[in-house]
């Protein structure tokens, strides 16, 4: 009976006033840090665009590019020591006006080592660049590729007695009769190539 009284007097526990309180303040809390929390999907997306940016632009500070002509126009070269052979991107191709002197790739079995997965579609016999006061007259590979590149490989790099030179920020060219040759700014190779078409 002392229990139904208190039942009756005071009603239940959940409708006395400290705990509606308590119950209030506790929802409000949990809708307060509900509303101020970012979701889990939105950080995790901002952590990997921020580190995608900053690989990005540390790989576009770490290219070396220098000015050269080819074909009548203006290009920026990559010097590139990390892959064997001269490249140029079929986009490149395309903007050069050289599909006529494209090949088909005669090494059909033959892989080429190439960085970056890269497919080679076909290849050019005679590249003619010139860098500097020097003629180039080199093969390259054409690799399937939407950016406007060209880069020279080590092959080339080791004919022309070259000497990277990062202090002073030049390519140096030839054994007796050095020419330097100044690094270019290094700007996104897509944009920059499409700036000069």
């Given at each position: 009976?002392?229990?139904?009284?208190?039942?009756?007097?005071?009603?239940?526990?959940?409708?006395?006033?400290?705990?509606?309180?308590?119950?209030?303040?506790?929802?409000?809390?949990?809708?307060?840090?509900?509303?101020?929390?970012?979701?889990?999907?939105?950080?995790?997306?901002?952590?990997?665009?921020?580190?995608?940016?900053?690989?990005?632009?540390?790989?576009?500070?770490?290219?070396?590019?220098?000015?050269?002509?080819?074909?009548?126009?203006?290009?920026?070269?990559?010097?590139?020591?990390?892959?064997?052979?001269?490249?140029?991107?079929?986009?490149?191709?395309?903007?050069?006006?050289?599909?006529?002197?494209?090949?088909?790739?005669?090494?059909?079995?033959?892989?080429?080592?190439?960085?970056?997965?890269?497919?080679?579609?076909?290849?050019?016999?005679?590249?003619?660049?010139?860098?500097?006061?020097?003629?180039?007259?080199?093969?390259?590979?054409?690799?399937?590729?939407?950016?406007?590149?060209?880069?020279?490989?080590?092959?080339?790099?080791?004919?022309?007695?070259?000497?990277?030179?990062?202090?002073?920020?030049?390519?140096?060219?030839?054994?007796?009769?050095?020419e330097e040759i100044p690094f270019v700014e290094t700007v996104s190779l897509n944009e920059d190539n499409t700036s000069e078409a």
């Amino acid at each position: 009976m002392f229990y139904s009284g208190l039942l009756t007097e005071g009603g239940r526990k959940e409708t006395q006033p400290h705990n509606i309180l308590q119950r209030r303040l506790m929802e409000t809390n949990l809708s307060k840090l509900r509303s101020s929390r970012v979701p889990w999907t939105s950080k995790t997306n901002k952590l990997n665009q921020a580190k995608s940016e900053g690989l990005k632009k540390s790989e576009d500070d770490d290219m070396i590019l220098v000015s050269c002509q080819c074909a009548g126009k203006d290009v920026k070269a990559l010097i590139d020591t990390g892959c064997q052979y001269n490249l140029i991107s079929s986009a490149c191709v395309y903007r050069l006006g050289l599909k006529e002197h494209v090949r088909s790739h005669k090494h059909e079995g033959e892989k080429l080592s190439l960085p970056r997965h890269l497919k080679v579609v076909g290849q050019i016999e005679h590249l003619v660049i010139t860098l500097g006061s020097l003629r180039l007259d080199c093969p390259a590979a054409v690799v399937e590729d939407n950016e406007k590149n060209l880069s020279l490989g080590l092959q080339t790099l080791r004919s022309l007695k070259c000497i990277i030179n990062l202090d002073k920020h030049q390519l140096i060219m030839g054994k007796t009769d050095k020419e330097e040759i100044p690094f270019v700014e290094t700007v996104s190779l897509n944009e920059d190539n499409t700036s000069e078409a």
